[in-house]
């Protein structure tokens, strides 16, 4: 096969911090190295200020013009709006860039927008989905479960597999549910998520200056960096800790995030009086994020499990390993398609904060198990989930649809 010109069709991108954005960052520098010519296209969603043709990081990102503001204000109009100024910016750069691929990424309309593209100038179109977006709006509180908005956003993405040449995914959870739907097993690939292992320092040593400033030196520090959205679970980690805190005065919690439940969080933590016990440090600059993992000894992610959390996996807890630290999570569907308990990391019943708390507490008591666990974390990112490897799975998918 030639190497392929592939438009990527984005919802937002770097500048912007996200998991979507870091995502797909890693993707193209990876297509970069295997020698692919990349394009990128974001739609109206993407709402850093910057110029219609963008240098970032190397790459160059063509943004679609704001829409009318009158028409924004009115959300059927608004999301139809997102597909045709995206649909007419995807016209202008097939005329001028002749791309051989579409590869429209989640949400659904920009894989709607990408197929009446493709189906006009006969381009193959390969629609990447990455979470259910219906899902996370029901745990954003926008939308409810088998409601109209859910209903009607579902099937919207059910037509986009349909129509798309071939389907990408992030995990066997997403996959099982997309080839429930009628499409078929070999039409869909997953391509995982991963991370960058050389750019996390295994073993590092904490960053001394910053151990003092937060007052955790001879503590054992249990960290959770991230988003504090409800599924996340966080109150768990706090009940947890409340508990563990009565055995064992040398632990606290390190939080590093913010988010729709930061107002909870902190109300819990006085309510369980954990104000001598948890640093609430807030949101820090990306460039300063390894600077606060080298703090950390055991990484928690309380996930709760709802249809988001047991389909999707998350980014996390494969930094955490392939920067050489110990994991504990919740034993929903996402966490364990990357946590193997007692090998890399350990498993708890989802929802139980007082497994959580055995877990952490088994965990203290073996220390010298730390440095095995923490090695196969790391051998597990760079064997099994680094970019390179996953982002090769891509060749295949390029070659049936060309």
Request: aromatic share 8%.
């Amino acid at each position: 096969m030639k190497s392929p010109h592939i438009l990527h069709v984005l919802d937002h991108s770097i500048p912007m911090h996200s998991g979507y954005t870091f995502r797909t960052r890693s993707i193209l520098q990876a297509q970069r190295e295997l020698g692919w010519t990349t394009s990128q296209v974001t739609g109206l969603k993407h709402s850093a200020v910057g110029p219609m043709v963008e240098e970032v990081d190397g790459f160059t990102f063509y943004r679609t013009a704001p829409g009318s503001r009158l028409v924004a204000q009115t959300p059927i109009l608004k999301q139809w709006q997102v597909v045709t100024s995206l649909e007419a910016r995807l016209n202008q750069l097939v005329e001028e860039l002749r791309p051989d691929i579409l590869h429209a990424h989640s949400p659904a309309l920009n894989g709607l927008a990408a197929l009446r593209v493709g189906r006009k100038y006969s381009l193959p179109v390969v629609y990447e989905c990455r979470a259910f977006w219906e899902d996370a709006a029901v745990d954003h509180g926008t939308s409810r479960e088998g409601g109209p908005r859910y209903s009607v956003t579902r099937a919207l993405e059910t037509r986009v597999f349909q129509g798309a040449d071939a389907v990408t995914t992030i995990c066997e959870g997403l996959r099982a549910d997309i080839v429930k739907r009628g499409i078929a097993p070999e039409r869909v690939t997953v391509i995982p998520n991963a991370v960058n292992a050389e750019a996390f320092a295994s073993g590092r040593a904490p960053d001394a200056a910053l151990l003092s400033e937060l007052g955790l030196s001879d503590k054992i520090v249990l960290g959770f960096i991230g988003s504090f959205y409800a599924y996340e679970g966080l109150p768990i980690l706090l009940d947890a800790l409340a508990q563990i805190r009565k055995q064992r005065a040398d632990v606290v919690l390190l939080l590093v995030g913010g988010g729709p439940q930061e107002a909870l969080v902190k109300q819990r933590i006085v309510d369980l009086g954990l104000e001598q016990s948890v640093v609430y440090v807030g949101r820090v600059p990306h460039a300063e994020v390894q600077r606060y993992y080298s703090l950390v000894d055991v990484f928690v992610y309380p996930r709760e499990s709802m249809r988001l959390t047991e389909l999707v996996t998350p980014l996390k807890p494969l930094e955490a390993m392939a920067e050489g630290k110990l994991v504990v999570a919740s034993d929903v569907g996402g966490h364990r398609e990357l946590i193997r308990h007692g090998e890399n990391g350990l498993l708890f019943e989802a929802g139980n904060p007082v497994a959580l708390a055995t877990a952490i507490d088994k965990l203290l008591q073996q220390r010298a198990l730390w440095p095995v666990m923490q090695s196969a974390g790391r051998d597990y990112v760079e064997c099994e989930r680094n970019w390179p490897t996953s982002v090769a799975r891509y060749a295949d998918v390029y070659r049936s649809v060309m």
